[in-house]
């Protein structure tokens, strides 16, 4: 993903991995937090209509 138009197209697979299952970052390498988790969700929900 280069552009954002690119991340916008991809959110419902970007929220299902990271906020719903969990699974990105691959085995949380980054130690994702629960709430960076949550400001995906709350990106993802301001996506929608």
Not at 18 to 39: F, L, S, Y
């Amino acid at each position: 993903m280069d552009t954002e138009d690119q991340v916008i197209a991809l959110a419902q697979s970007i929220h299902q991995q990271i906020v719903m299952a969990k699974v990105m970052p691959i085995g949380n390498m980054t130690n994702m937090t629960d709430a960076e988790r949550a400001m995906i969700g709350v990106w993802f929900q301001s996506l929608q209509p």
